[in-house]
């Protein structure tokens, strides 16, 4: 049995193909389009995955959508009526672009779906998921237990912000939720909005610059903009916030309360702003604490799985683990709305056409998230020269030693290899490399590479093996959804000096072996690398601890800031002649960028929007 899933029409559009309960292929659809969280009807990203299965749409017995329109319709409607005259603007804004498309998405995704149907008949396969089943079906079924309590939080659904389901086998059973406009990922957006960043792109930098700040603010949130209880459930003061009824996210009572108005998208960042972000970040912490122990207490089932864009939080997530109330933690690696897609298709194929569940042996069932388009060696010769690319060509056992060298010598290397990752991050299938030995890495690769802000933290990729040697983790953290704290043996001595530094000046400060991945805080967000899903980049970070013992490298998504992770060996070759990268690998071919046309390179810098 063949069930396609779909997200579309909001950000981040994904298609999933599964068969028999098994993940054939997943992808964005900005990964085709280049249109960074492109939420358009996912053409592409459909056509891929029939394309990797062989099939047409005619072979596919079920095409599930992710949520249901007609209930966000009904929430819209109540929300306006609930707060008129309040909230005219938008509603004379919202209703009719509702009218004109989105209530009638099921026409138009019949109509979409036709393309792909040789017969034309799609109708009859139609299904729709709830918002957060989408989500929650994606983190349970795909994780390695039996029995588990799934949360999934984001910022809205149909009517639920965050819910709780308890799954067994393949039955996942919805026991409580929190409902609109009550909201912990808009509340996290709201602050997003109010220190100068995009909504649903920014939200990772409030993640990034806590660190560098004081959570000043965190008790003027508890005690004014949430009332949050023991349990974690909590209610939002509306009179603050402009999401439900507005145009914005925060209302003028939001700006006097923090001091002032929302930071312009172009002004400098300030303390304040990395205090402001350390204070969300921190009340973001302490809700997630209080419903995981709740749950915890409450189930009494030792297993937990996350989805929905608030489990992105990496640094929540660790936070959890650590906690112990439970003693596994799985979070799906896309588990935004692109793996609302994947979620919907397991729910209608497990909740729906109750298909039995064998639980997945090894890590999980998500194949290290490598579910994306790959390229075979020959075709990958023919695109690079197609496009004037100068290369040679290795076999593995020249390639790795020779790309390691390359690491150890301070180059920045981009990395393309085998399937394109499915989630939004890069996992050593489309990645630029680094060394975390070099003070100077994070800044080359911040400023020259990804052309964006000084203080975004990158993320070590370890061996599996050697985990425990560096960080304050045991387990498993292969998708990178997991911060852990470095080990003190290696952490450097901190001058008096450099103790007294406030804010972005901490940045330069080196503290610990490997610099260019611990964040001001000594905190790195992991990758463990398995020989299992990923053999080839496996055998280089090993190759790399022959050369220099050091069984670590950096990994930042193949791209620059505002572009989509690169999918095709011409995305790849173009990102790498329009940024300072010194050396390409693509399969098994490696470039360096002294040997190519000049004429070829274009302007990274400011082609794509900032993010």
């Known amino acids: 049995m ?62 599930t959508f992710f949520e249901k329109p007609f209930i966000k319709f009904e929430r819209l409607l109540e929300t306006y009526l609930a707060n008129a005259p ?34 034309g008949e799609v109708e009859g396969k139609l299904m729709f998921a709830e918002h957060h089943q989408s989500h929650a079906a994606s983190a349970f079924y795909p994780s390695p237990y039996e029995e588990a309590v799934v949360l ?46 995009k909504v649903n792109s920014g939200e990772y930098k409030i993640m990034g610059l806590a660190p560098y700040g004081e959570p000043k603010y965190a008790d003027l949130i508890l005690e004014n903009l949430m009332d949050l209880r023991e349990d974690g459930s909590f209610w939002l003061d509306q009179s603050y916030f402009d999401y439900a009824t507005g145009l914005t996210m925060t209302t003028k009572k939001f700006d006097d309360l923090f001091g002032g108005p929302p930071c312009d998208t172009d002004s400098t960042v300030t303390q304040r702003e990395m205090d402001l972000a350390a204070s969300v970040q ?13 749950l915890r207490q409450r189930y009494d089932i030792p297993n937990l799985c996350l989805a929905g ?55 999980d069932a998500m194949s290290g998230s490598y579910l994306g388009p790959e390229f075979q060696q020959d075709d990958i010769e023919n695109r690079l020269s197609s496009a004037g690319a100068v290369f040679d060509v290795m076999n593995d056992e020249q390639l790795l030693p020779t790309t390691a060298h390359s690491l150890a010598n301070g180059e920045a290397v981009g990395w393309f ?35 964006r802000e000084s203080f975004r933290p990158f993320a070590p990729s370890v061996l599996r093996e050697d985990v425990d040697d560096f960080f304050e983790h045991e387990g498993d953290s292969p998708y990178m959804l997991m911060v852990a704290d470095v080990k003190r043996n290696r952490r450097r001595h901190m001058r008096s000096e450099d103790e007294m530094l406030f804010g972005i000046d901490k940045l330069n400060v080196p503290r610990s072996d490997i610099p260019a991945v611990t964040h001001v805080d000594y905190s790195a967000r992991i990758q463990t690398v398995h020989a299992e899903t990923n053999p080839r980049y496996h055998g280089l970070i090993k190759a790399f601890k022959e050369q220099t013992g050091c069984p670590i490298v950096v990994n930042t998504s193949f791209n620059v800031r505002g572009e989509p992770i690169v999918c095709t060996p011409e995305d790849a070759f173009r990102c790498f002649m329009g940024t300072e990268m010194d050396t390409l690998v693509v399969g098994n071919c490696i470039l360096r960028k002294n040997q190519q046309n000049a004429a070829l390179a274009e302007d990274y810098k400011d082609k794509f929007e900032l993010d």
């Open 309 to 363: 864009g608030v489990a992105l939080n990496c640094v929540a997530n660790g936070k959890i683990l650590r906690d112990g109330a439970f003693e596994n933690i799985w979070v799906q690696p896309a588990a935004g709305d692109a793996g609302g897609a994947l979620g919907a298709a397991l729910a209608a194929y497990y909740c729906e056409l109750k298909q039995p569940r064998i639980v997945a042996s090894g890590l």
């Open 2 to 63: 063949r069930i396609l899933g779909i997200s579309a029409f909001y950000h981040d559009s994904a298609a999933a193909l599964i068969e028999d309960g098994k993940i054939v292929a997943a992808a964005q659809e900005e990964r085709f389009t280049r249109i960074k969280h492109d939420p358009a009807f996912p053409v592409k990203a459909i056509q891929y995955c029939l394309d990797e299965a062989g099939v047409t749409l005619d072979d596919v017995d079920h095409v």
């Open 152 to 197: 999934t939080m984001d910022g809205v659904g149909e009517w639920a912000t965050a819910s709780v389901s308890i799954g067994r086998g393949n039955a996942l059973t919805r026991t409580r939720e929190i409902r609109w406009p009550h909201s912990l990922g808009l509340l996290y957006s709201a602050f997003t909005y109010y220190t100068g960043f």
């Open 282 to 294: 921190v009340v973001t912490e302490e809700v997630m604490l209080r419903i995981t122990r709740d």
């Open 417 to 451: 290899s085998g399937r394109m990752e499915f989630g939004p991050r890069a996992l050593g299938g489309r990645s630029i490399l680094g060394d975390p030995r070099s003070e100077e890495m994070q800044k080359t690769l911040n400023l020259k590479i990804k052309y």
């Open 86 to 119: 309040r909230g005219f603007q938008s509603f004379r804004v919202a209703i009719p672009v509702w009218i004109k498309e989105k209530l009638f998405q099921k026409a138009l995704l019949i109509k979409e779906l036709k393309q792909f149907a040789p017969s």
